[in-house]
């Protein structure tokens, strides 16, 4: 069967690897895939600077972001609550075995020994590919009517954890936000949107590009209510001046610059999530003494955040639900360019315009 791979640490050798369907596994799902999302991990994988083989393999198949329509149920698992032809989509982080709190209480998004594997990004194939197999534990079944943006649940768990986690940082104090602001406005950046929309925050969301009807990422930033701001019209630095307190940042641009002009707009008693990174080395001059003193005269919180395990992936669901009623067909409308697999090197192509490429794999 078809399957997209690279070679890891080599720059730009994607390219189309015959491998073997898998068995039904006991205890496993073998699940035919529908359609895979590239995001921007994909391209930096492509582009050599991180992606592991699995061992004894000198391939990675890619693919993190998976839809896809359980095959067959392997014996044992009937009583299990999978039947063919569910709709389903998996984690992507595997627990490491070394003891770890974290892993082994199925929270492997928090790992402390770095010893975890990831699906299509470190030292396990990814869902690029016609089938896969995989254990329930880390299956999440998706409502059939979700099955226009499905695909989209991996990086809409990401989101529900920075938005979770800065919520239950914020536990530290009565927490009443009424301003969000989200630097970025790919998909991880417009799914932030969306659900801080939903929590009912009045949401500015920043990025480079001009707004207006001729960029897709601004209208639907306004679709939902949001207000939509180029940064190139506005400084990200001085945000608060502009829109008062900012009480949450999430931040989803995948600049190191924007991070630091974004923590110097933070709020009193604010907390900002980083979500993306920055590949290569940047030296910036930050005013050190200033930033120092805003976050411990305004009790700030600024932390990263990475991955997600299966509680947000439900969390997302249950999210899905109302968005799809307050904005029907805003989240189908991320999804601006489906092609087929055969297609592999157009869809890893940057378009300014696109939001999210999907790969067409399998037919129902
Ligand atoms: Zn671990």
């Not at 590949?279 to 976050?295: E, F, K, T, V």
Request: proline residues 5%; glycine residues 10%.
């Amino acid at each position: 069967m078809k399957a997209v791979a690279i070679r890891p640490g080599q720059k730009n050798s994607v390219f189309m690897q015959e491998i073997e369907k898998p068995e039904v596994v006991p205890g496993q799902l073998l699940i035919r895939v529908l359609e895979t999302g590239i995001c921007g991990t994909d391209l930096e994988i492509i582009n050599g600077d991180f992606g592991t083989a699995p061992s004894g393999a000198d391939f990675l198949v890619l693919g993190h972001e998976s839809f896809g329509r359980v095959e067959a149920v392997s014996p044992g698992l009937e009583n299990s609550g999978w039947q063919p032809g569910d709709y389903v989509v998996c984690t992507v982080r595997r627990p490491c075995h070394d003891h770890d709190p974290n892993c082994d209480s199925g929270h492997s998004d928090m790992c402390l020994t770095g010893n975890y594997t990831e699906r299509g990004i470190k030292d396990q194939h990814g869902f690029m590919t016609e089938f896969y197999s995989e254990y329930p534990d880390f299956a999440i079944k998706v409502p059939a009517s979700y099955r226009p943006w499905g695909v989209l649940l991996e990086p809409t768990a990401v989101v529900e954890k920075a938005i979770y986690q800065s919520y239950k940082i914020q536990e530290r104090l009565d927490f009443e936000p009424k301003r969000a602001v989200v630097l970025g406005a790919g998909p991880i950046g417009l799914l932030a949107t969306f659900l801080l929309r939903d929590r009912g925050l009045e949401t500015f969301t920043i990025a480079h590009s001009l707004g207006g009807p001729t960029n897709p990422k601004a209208v639907l930033t306004e679709r939902v209510g949001a207000t939509y701001l180029s940064s190139q019209e506005v400084e990200v630095e001085h945000l608060d001046k502009m829109l008062g307190n900012i009480d949450i940042i999430i931040e989803a641009s995948g600049s190191s610059e924007i991070v630091f002009q974004g923590m110097a707009a933070l709020g009193p008693n604010g907390v900002m999530s980083i979500t993306g990174v920055e590949g290569g080395h940047n030296s910036l001059a930050i005013d050190a003494n200033r930033l120092n003193h805003q976050l411990v005269m305004g009790n700030q919180v600024v932390f990263g955040s990475v991955n997600a395990n299966r509680r947000y992936f439900e969390m997302g669901v249950e999210s899905w639900g109302s968005l799809e009623k307050k904005w029907p067909g805003a989240l189908s409308s991320m999804i601006t360019r489906r092609l087929p697999i055969e297609d592999f090197q157009t869809a890893f192509g940057r378009d300014r315009n696109n939001i999210k490429t999907v790969l067409q794999i399998g037919a129902e």
